[in-house]
């Protein structure tokens, strides 16, 4: 028996064995690339973590232009056609794959309840994923799922490798991130599977995607990965020995269990109050951060700026690059401190209460490595 009999009899049992069960192969994919991206992933700024998810990005590229060739029929190879299908599947499980790890690594940089709505989308095609596999050869479909994949991934890739992060950098990341589909298109363009003007339409929705995405980073509902606040909070003094920086706070009360810092900052004549803050940033990028001091004035219903300023990162650490500001003279009432990048786009926002108290609030200790 030749090789290519003994392949068509493996292919024959498989089906056999795997017939009854094929409609659970979907799902089977699917929580085989989110097991394996809880499994394996570690860092948003880990080289291998990063090529990890472009080889996948590739295959997906390579395993969607397969499955559309053959199922418009432009792809004559019998062994490909034979494999047809499991494309869904094998499309399934990329996707599921880098959908999982996006929502690992925007989690981390997601503080704000806009951010919270498009994390939430994240989430929701990644379990979407695992009921349309039957549109997955849907070609808008699927252009438009890699288009979304694409630039989620080199929104933050780019970043990582140019080891800054600004708007400019942002812009760049999105129209790189149509390079991959504009190669696709071509593709169907020459074997025929799409015309001129159907062409033009599919690059049009990947482009219009592309700028709703960019006009959504812009009003702040797409968080600013790779940066992320690791932790922040108010505190009545802060001070650095050495690689450990010591912080003096109030304990929130027992039933805020999910704080350690009250959000109610009791302050006697004299006190300075302290925002500090961990933010992680990619190894050895380099950007610049700032606290926006706000108070809120209940005769304009609006929160009013009383000081910015600003510091700069430098990224590596686990736990984040750590820094603080203070201020003094302060009034009594509703505070927040916005940490905001440099280039405006918010990372998270420290809300506190100054009451005015007689007496000095018993305080914890805290020590940050």
């Known amino acids: 028996m030749g090789l290519t009999q003994r392949v068509q009899t ?57 499955a559309v060739l053959v199922e418009h029929g432009k792809l004559a190879a019998p062994r490909l056609t034979r494999l047809r299908p499991y494309f ?45 596999h039957r549109r997955l050869l849907n070609l808008y479909v699927l252009l438009l799922l890699y ?50 003007r159907q062409a033009a339409t599919l690059l049009g929705s990947a482009l219009a995607l592309v700028l709703v995405l960019n006009g959504l980073y812009v009003l702040n509902w797409i968080p600013p990965v790779p940066l992320a606040l690791r932790e922040g909070g108010v505190y009545h003094h802060v001070r650095r020995e050495g690689d450990v920086y010591i912080l003096h706070y109030e304990p929130a009360p027992w039933y805020r269990f999910w704080q350690r810092v009250s959000p109610r900052f009791h302050y006697t004549e004299g006190d300075t109050v302290f925002c500090f803050a961990a933010i992680f940033a990619p190894t050895q990028l380099r950007t610049g951060v700032q606290h926006v001091w706000q108070r809120y004035d209940p005769t304009r219903r609006a929160w009013i700026t009383q000081d910015a300023i600003a510091y700069a990162v430098v ?22 401190v916005e940490v905001r990048t440099e280039t405006g786009r918010l990372l998270g926002r420290i809300p ?4 005015p108290a007689e007496r000095p609030p018993l305080l914890h200790l805290r020590r940050y490595e």
């Open 147 to 196: 288009t979304l994949a694409s630039f989620t991934f080199f929104v933050f890739f780019v970043p990582v490798v140019l080891r800054r992060m600004n708007d400019l950098i942002f812009a760049l990341s999105g129209l790189l991130s149509l390079v991959p589909v504009g190669l696709l298109v071509h593709l169907f363009r020459r074997r025929g599977v799409v015309h001129g």
């Open 352 to 355: 506190f209460e100054l009451v």
């Open 315 to 336: 990224g590596g650490r686990d736990n984040g690059y750590r820094g603080y500001t203070f201020k003094r003279h302060v009034q009594p009432g509703r505070w927040r």
């Open 88 to 132: 869904p599947a094998v499309l399934q499980f990329f996707f599921g794959a880098l959908f999982s790890a996006y929502v690992v690594f925007y989690f981390q940089s997601t503080t704000l309840p806009a951010h919270w709505l498009f994390f939430a989308g994240l989430v929701a095609l990644l379990v979407a994923n695992e009921f349309i």
């Open 10 to 66: 493996l292919q024959q049992r498989l089906d056999a064995r795997l017939g009854r069960f094929r409609h659970l192969l979907p799902a089977a994919f699917f929580l085989g690339g989110v097991t394996w991206d809880a499994l394996t992933l570690r860092r948003i700024d880990a080289w291998l973590d990063n090529l990890i998810l472009l080889g996948y990005l590739l295959i997906l590229g390579i395993a969607l232009a397969l």
